[in-house]
């Protein structure tokens, strides 16, 4: 089952009390603890999809993808334009985390620089949600 994740800046020295105007909101299917699942995600991932909002920063579409390599054996990340390297976003451990509200999770920018956000919702996803966000 697909699930719309909403993600919020969690709080930094630049942003003592977090940011709702950044963030992420992510289509992605999760298993009964909330990880990410990659089996689901197979069968699944024309209907992975990733917003960016970024304050006053036009909005970024993208993929949620799942590549060989890195920590676990595999790394999730978030692809903009799937015929170009190198504006891919990388989660940090994502395998691990549990994307339930209140958990955290860090995603490095195009430019290598890690964020951490807060979980704020997670919802099932709406039929005809998948292929996009608000």
């Not at 289509?27 to 304050?55: I, S």
């Not at 590549?67 to 999730?76: E, K, L, N």
Request: glycine share 12%; aromatic share 8%.
């Amino acid at each position: 089952m697909l699930h719309h994740i909403t993600l919020h800046l969690a709080r930094s020295k630049q942003f003592p009390e977090g940011s709702s105007r950044h963030g992420y909101e992510i289509t992605a299917p999760l298993d009964a603890e909330g990880r990410l699942d990659q089996k689901e995600w197979g069968a699944r991932r024309n209907h992975c999809r990733v917003r960016r909002f970024w304050a006053d920063e036009g909005d970024r579409q993208g993929v949620l993808v799942h590549r060989p390599g890195g920590a676990g054996g595999a790394t999730w990340m978030i692809d903009y334009n799937q015929g170009q390297l190198g504006d891919e976003e990388a989660g940090y451990h994502l395998h691990q985390h549990r994307f339930i509200e209140g958990e955290y999770v860090t995603i490095e920018d195009d430019d290598d620089k890690p964020y951490t956000f807060q979980v704020v919702s997670v919802t099932p996803a709406q039929p005809g949600m998948a292929g996009g966000h608000r």
